[in-house]
């Protein structure tokens, strides 16, 4: 399902949102700042740029997506819904018992999910694993991968950093979600990333920093980490934690995991269709 | 001939010779495939002999990556990074995602003997017991390690291996011994007591009978390689007719063969079982020999706690 206009790219981040909102507020409590701020990245992926068939989730040579931060799983949960590989109905089943949409993203529950996530900072590593795999077949796959900044905390993702430029992996390509907030406070107040960029570039990636929330600018960055070659390549993307709804968004300092009314998800989902999708 | 090599020589070699076969066996090591024989096989296998240097936790999700993409990864370090270090990386990237990836990790307890307390696992099996649907195999000598190569590759799923890196005393015979993963094996016969042993202490506890029927003891001695799942069957049905126990092994004697066989016993035939093995303390540097002594980990000390055991059931 590819969609070619960056207006129906937007149309269709309104739609995700819309889902992985309606999903979270059924239940009454979600990780939705971390699953909104990472939809514009993730529909621009799986809309423009992922080769898979939907049809046939495990094909091999496909490209893989491994979402490191997996708490982002019910924002991936709608764009697997609407490609059809699970059912829209399913989505409400979110973190219920026994569901096959646990809050961290699970491939052995989730049909379309290429890797199991959740314990932050092994996805990057995996995605690393999956991309020295590609090279070995030489199948062609490229792996695309996305970590979280409060993520960026752990000491693996900088050692699956090294051994990704010193294995000149140029068929993986990372997101960081930036949106510059984690559990316990801002991430300049926590242990702070900057300079984000430079130090991707000293580990001998190709990387580069981009608003999340531009459409545009998350597809021509992937396609020049495409053209890159003889290193992986990192793509920035300045967030916002809960982007998309005003009332969660003016609470981006504390929506990692938030309870949602009966009424904010009405509120909710009524501002998200105003605009149309 | 067999016997002249080095276990960790065994491995490498057939590791080897299987890759030569199977395009999915793919190597890993953390900077010390120099010290566990794997170093040559990039000779032969550039591209599936992978180093990711002293990061053990990235060799481990890499691993589960390679295992997602159809490889069957044998990762290696010592025993201490290979597990406890590693514990999260084992338990989601590995087992709760059900990625096919060996773990290997050699110089079991005090094996590591000049690299001393901080090298010294003692804990490796209990950590690694703990975590659902792992198998856990640990190899007696090279005859055995030989046959359960093959095996242990075909097997799919997460298994750890617990290897003697140099030269073992000899228990296996090769024109005579089958190895049969998740099978323990049953050395010597006896009537009054079951000896339940691994890895180095195996030899040991085959000292040990014999001490024991000097003093007109009839021991048992079975051999649990494979520690998870473990051998119910034979475990059992040897106490049925010896009554009591003594395990033996390189291990504290919390969460490793010991409690392995106490669980098993305690829920099906409950009868008194004595424990050889490091009472709950971190080693310290030195040979093996004497670190045995030090330890409490001796034949004496089990034909001491054998004695006990006998004693126990009789009252």
């Given amino acids: ?277 | 001939m067999l016997l002249d090599l080095e276990m960790r020589q065994v491995y490498a070699s057939e590791l080897l010779r299987m890759m030569e076969i199977d395009e999915s066996i793919i190597v890993i090591d953390a900077d010390l495939a120099r010290a566990n024989g794997t170093l040559g096989i990039r000779d032969r296998f550039p591209d599936r002999a992978l180093d990711v240097g002293v990061a053990e936790a990235n060799m481990a999700s890499i691993a589960a990556g390679l295992a997602s993409y159809g490889f069957k990864p044998f990762i290696s370090t010592f025993c201490p990074f290979a597990t406890r270090r590693i514990c999260d990386q084992i338990t989601i990237s590995i087992a709760y995602a059900k990625q096919n990836v060996k773990i290997v990790g050699t110089e079991p307890g005090v094996a590591a003997e000049f690299n001393g307390g901080t090298h010294m696992s003692i804990e490796d099996v209990g950590v690694v017991r703990s975590i659902p649907g792992i198998v856990i195999f640990e190899p007696v000598d090279q005859v055995q390690l030989l046959q359960a190569m093959p095996q242990i590759a075909a097997y799919d799923g997460p298994m750890y291996i617990r290897l003697f890196r140099k030269k073992p005393t000899h228990v296996f015979d090769e024109a005579t011994y089958r190895f049969e993963l998740f099978k323990a094996d049953l050395l010597q016969e006896g009537t009054d007591v079951t000896l339940f042993a691994t890895g180095i202490h195996v030899s040991i506890a085959l000292e040990a009978a014999e001490l024991l029927k000097e003093k007109g003891v009839s021991a048992e001695v079975v051999n649990v390689h494979t520690i998870k799942p473990i051998d119910k069957d034979t475990v059992i049905r040897s106490v049925q007719k010896t009554g009591c126990a003594v395990t033996c092994e390189n291990h504290n004697i919390y969460g490793g063969l010991g409690s392995a066989v106490a669980e098993v016993l305690s829920e099906h035939h409950p009868v008194p079982i004595k424990y050889v093995g490091v009472d709950d303390s971190f080693l310290i540097v030195g040979k093996i020999p004497p670190l045995l002594e030090k330890f409490h980990m001796t034949k004496n000390d089990i034909v001491d706690k054998a004695l006990e055991s006998i004693e126990m059931k009789r009252k």
């Fill in chain 1, 1 to 277: 399902m590819t969609i070619d206009t960056y207006a129906a790219l937007e149309k269709k981040c309104r739609e995700v949102r819309y889902l992985t909102f309606d999903a979270i507020g059924t239940l009454g409590v979600g990780h939705l700042g971390g699953s909104f701020s990472a939809v514009d990245a993730l529909v621009v992926l799986y809309y423009r740029h992922l080769r898979f068939d939907p049809k046939q989730p495990k094909m091999e040579g496909r490209d893989r997506f491994v979402l490191s931060k997996g708490h982002a799983g019910p924002a991936l949960y709608a764009i697997l819904a609407d490609h059809g590989i699970i059912d829209k109905s399913e989505l409400s089943t979110l973190n219920r018992h026994e569901t096959r949409l646990p809050s961290h993203a699970d491939m052995n529950r989730t049909p379309g999910i290429d890797m199991t996530t959740g314990s932050l900072g092994q996805g990057l590593s995996c995605a690393v694993g999956i991309a020295v795999g590609s090279k070995i077949k030489k199948d062609g796959a490229r792996v695309y991968c996305m970590i979280g900044d409060g993520e960026s905390n752990e000491g693996q993702i900088w050692e699956a950093a090294m051994y990704a430029a010193h294995m000149h992996l140029d068929n993986l390509i990372v997101f960081t979600d930036y949106n510059k907030m984690q559990v316990d406070g801002q991430t300049k107040d926590i242990l702070g990333l900057e300079p984000i960029c430079d130090k991707w570039i000293s580990f001998g990636w190709n990387a580069e920093r981009v608003d999340g929330h531009d459409v545009k600018a998350i597809d021509e960055a992937i396609d020049r980490a495409k053209a890159i070659k003889g290193k992986p390549c990192m793509i920035i993307l300045d967030t916002l934690k809960g982007k998309g709804i005003s009332f969660i968004e003016e609470i981006w300092q504390n929506n990692h995991n938030v309870n949602v009314t009966p009424v904010q998800h009405e509120a909710g989902l009524a501002e998200l269709a105003k605009e149309g999708f």
